[in-house]
């Protein structure tokens, strides 16, 4: 049966919002499966996904499905290679799965999409490109069409009260799939400042030069009555905590004003704070993308301004 | 062990990025460079072989076009011993599924044991092309890696999710991409940029690659683009210039004007 599936990831019993936005977006066309692959899955929780819009879940169960994302393309590929289209939410496991699916079924894939449609006159995908300057709508020349969205493209938001029907599938999975194990997990820190509830957020990158110099960031946001932040980059260098990260696999914020000090303004990093209400962008790259999107640009130093700043406010 | 390190040649940063109408695809006729993401793949392959591990060689593997060589030289430069362009009129427009098949091939081609990928590439800000070229290669896989320590023939590997960090091990041979986070790419000396034009580059076809044509190019895209339009209007901010830090007191009214302070 052509059918839309929509790959559901999940992380210890929490549906991934991204995955849930696609899934309602994905309803409002039509009757959709959502497919949701782990090991020991209830079968009350997955009909949960109904509230999202599923009409059927199909449940893959078993030890060797867990967050590494090849035994993941083994257990949805039979069920994707019928479908329509298959339809994934931003997300690290999302990504590897949808593009080993891809690779897989020789079938075409649409990353970072904003918007779709699913109908008798095929597939599109829309997506912002080259920068976020243009938009591209793309069609699909086979099927199934493979779509990964954006992070925070659609809003995770119940589209009804239904539960869906379950339907429990036994996966297949190859040796080579299972070759990488995980060894190990370093949880973000639950405790401290949570930074999606500030009103104000001075963010640093790698512009800052090195950790040495976050005092001078913590500064101007004490003086801003706001907390600090920080991408993906400063925290996979270990210049800060995880708990502290914005963007695509960080948190998503929108404080009143969120200040940018070295920030490039990579999509990865935009997708987590493009709503907050005021951004300010200090960056001496006059070609840095964030500027593209900053209220107010200032091409300098960030290590120059920001302590000029720190006092101008405080003087006030 | 031998490493190849998957590299593109990508619109340069400070060039103006533009679909060509004619073709819908992007305009390639301004100023390129070596993809910067790519160049984190090519200072770990480096640092592994520094690091004392048994490294034989490390080839930059590139598909595109002929002015490809230009970057190619600087992935030379910047330590691989030799380079690999896979350069095929075949090829053109190729989505990325095709390109994953292309690259697949070509490196199938090459004895290597470890395959190092950029996380994304610079002008498409995808980050798919290592989960669909390991698929292809039926290796294990670990993509956005943050750390990376070789034991014997078993890789370790850190790498960023939702939720915190994962520690993966795989057996090699894998393939990996690699986060802009890994590494400081050192900048080639003099001495290396000179070095680099006696290293060798093959050029090969796509038939010489073993891939076959109906499969990549325009006409084997499963992605098609339909139309290009200009995004949403949104208010363009203001730009100012700082100078030894004289923006502060513009930067404070701008805020009180806003009413965030």
Redo the contacts between chains.
């Keep these: 049966m052509a059918d839309t599936i929509v790959f559901v990831d999940h992380?210890?019993g929490s549906f991934?919002p991204n995955s849930l936005g696609v899934l309602a977006r994905a309803s409002q066309g039509g009757e959709v499966t959502a497919f949701v692959a782990g090991s020991g899955i209830d079968d009350g929780w997955a009909a949960g996904l109904g509230a999202y819009g599923a009409s059927r879940v199909l449940v893959a169960d078993d030890p060797a499905l867990g967050?590494?994302?090849?035994p993941l393309?083994d257990a949805l590929e039979p069920h994707a290679r019928d479908a329509t289209a298959v339809l994934f939410g931003a997300?690290?496991?999302s990504?590897?799965?949808?593009?080993?699916?891809?690779?897989?079924l020789?079938?075409?894939?649409?990353?970072?999409t904003t918007d779709f449609t699913i109908g008798d006159g095929g597939v599109?995908a829309v997506r912002?490109?080259?920068?976020?300057?243009?938009?591209?709508?793309?069609?699909?020349?086979?099927s199934p069409?493979l779509i990964?969205s954006r992070a925070n493209a659609f809003p995770a938001d119940p589209v009804g009260s239904g539960t869906a029907q379950v339907e429990r599938v036994q996966p297949t999975v190859?040796d080579?799939s299972t070759?990488?194990?995980?060894?190990?997990?370093?949880?973000?820190s639950r405790g401290g400042v949570d930074i999606t509830e500030a009103d104000?957020l001075v963010a640093f990158g790698r512009g800052i030069g090195g950790p040495e110099n976050i005092p001078v960031i913590q500064e101007l946001a004490s003086a801003?009555g706001g907390e600090i932040a920080a991408t993906?980059?400063?925290?996979?260098?270990g210049w800060t905590d995880?708990s502290m990260q914005v963007g695509q696999?960080g948190k998503t914020v929108s404080p009143?004003?969120y200040v940018a000090c070295g920030i490039s303004g990579a999509?990865q990093h935009k997708v987590g704070m493009a709503n907050s209400?005021?951004?300010?962008a200090?960056n001496k790259d006059v070609?840095a993308p964030i500027?593209e999107?900053?209220?107010?640009?200032?091409?300098?130093?960030a290590l120059?301004?920001v302590?000029?700043?720190t006092?101008?406010?405080k003087s006030? | 062990m031998n490493i190849a390190v998957c590299v593109k040649e990508v619109p340069s940063?400070?060039s103006a990025?533009?679909?060509d109408p004619s073709t819908n695809r992007?305009d390639r006729s301004g100023d390129s460079e070596l993809n910067p993401f790519d160049v984190h793949g090519l200072e770990e392959a480096i640092k592994l072989r520094e690091a004392g591990h048994d490294v034989g060689e490390i080839v930059a593997l590139c598909m595109g076009r002929e002015q490809a060589q230009r970057p190619l030289q600087k992935a030379l430069a910047l330590g691989a011993d030799r380079a690999v362009l896979v350069t095929d009129e075949a090829l053109a427009g190729s989505?990325?599924?095709g390109t994953?098949?292309a690259l697949?091939q070509a490196l199938e081609k090459q004895n290597t044991d470890l395959v190092i990928l950029g996380q994304q590439a610079a002008?498409?800000?995808?980050?798919?092309?290592?989960?669909?070229?390991?698929?292809?290669m039926?290796?294990?896989?670990?993509?956005?890696v943050?750390e990376l320590s070789l034991e014997g023939s078993t890789l370790?590997a850190?790498?960023?999710?939702?939720?915190?960090?994962?520690?993966?091990?795989?057996?090699l041979p894998?393939v990996i991409s690699v986060?802009?986070?890994?590494n400081t790419p050192r900048l080639p000396s003099i001495k290396a940029i000179m070095g680099a034009k006696k290293k060798p580059t093959d050029v090969v076809s796509a038939a010489d690659a073993g891939i076959d044509s109906s499969?990549v190019g325009a006409a084997g895209?499963?992605?098609?683009?339909?139309?290009?339009?200009?995004?949403p209007a949104?208010d363009s901010?203001?730009?100012?210039?700082?100078?030894?830090?004289?923006?502060?007191?513009a930067?404070?009214q701008?805020?009180s004007e806003?009413g965030?302070?």
């Excluded at chain 1, 912002?128 to 086979?142: H, K, R, Y």
């Excluded at chain 1, 999107?293 to 130093?301: E, I, N, P, R, S």
């Excluded at chain 2, 901010?237 to 030894?244: A, L």
């Design positions: 992380y210890e991934n967050s590494l994302p090849q393309v997300g690290v496991v990504a590897d799965v949808a593009a080993g699916l891809a690779a897989r020789g079938a075409g894939i649409n990353c970072e599109t912002p490109a080259l920068g976020d300057t243009i938009m591209v709508e793309s069609t699909f020349a086979s069409a990964l190859q080579w070759a990488a194990s995980l060894v190990g997990q370093e949880q973000a104000v801003l993906r980059a400063v925290v996979d260098a995880y696999t009143k004003l999509i209400g005021v951004i300010v200090i070609n500027f999107f900053a209220d107010l640009g200032v091409v300098g130093d120059t301004v302590p000029k700043l006092e101008a406010l006030r | 940063a400070t990025k533009r679909i992007l989505d990325i599924t994953a098949y697949a002008d498409a800000d995808c980050y798919v092309m290592a989960a669909a070229v390991a698929d292809h039926r290796r294990p896989l670990v993509t956005q943050a370790r850190k790498r960023q999710t939702e939720h915190g960090y994962d520690v993966i091990e795989a057996p894998a986060s802009d986070a890994i499969l895209a499963k992605s098609v683009v339909a139309s290009v339009s200009p995004p949104k901010g203001q730009r100012i210039e700082d100078s030894g830090g004289d923006s502060a007191t930067i404070v701008f805020l806003r965030v302070i």
